[in-house]
């Protein structure tokens, strides 16, 4: 498992270190993946409990909710994050239903509902996880993964069948048998 320290954890969220601290540890909204060892250790945290921070994060700062009364909606959306694909995620977003339930929607199948319910595209989150754990995008081809990513090297030769003359020209060698007589 991938964890990033506080520091890293508090870029990726948003929040201070203080604020990150009073969530994970004082108020035990959304626990750290490990705990520090002793006082002055950082904590750690998966790309898991950061998503679900981030979620939060919004939670808090675009619809202005009360955090402490989603608790049990944390702790069911962590235990499904556990067994869940980073890659699989993506196109989805969190509807939470006003009755503490959530579930996974594809982006574009959202259509109409028949009860009061909350959105949060993930997409946005997941880019940044994406950078800050180097995390897989999803390929553009549906349903597959790029095994080797393409990375593009600026500015240095091919060196496969070159010589490090100019203009010269690599001729194999042939090798012949000497027979016994």
Known sequence: MHVVATREAS??????????????SRRALIPADIRPKKQG???KYSWQTI???RIAVTLRDHFHLELQ???QVFASLRRSLHGTSFVGLWGKSLAIHADQRWTWIDDDAAGPLARDTMFIRLDPHLEALSQGFALPRPSSSAGQL?????????G?????????RP????TPQTHKRRRSA
Not at 167 to 170: L, M
């Open 11 to 24: 870029q990726l969220t948003g929040l201070s270190t203080n604020k990150l601290r009073e969530w994970t």
């Open 41 to 43: 250790s950082p904590a």
């Open 51 to 53: 998503l679900l921070l």
């Open 69 to 71: 009364a989603h608790r």
């Open 146 to 154: 790029d095994l080797f990513p393409a990375q593009s090297v600026a």
């Open 156 to 164: 240095t030769p091919s060196s496969v069948g070159t010589s490090s």
């Open 167 to 170: 203009n010269s020209t690599v």
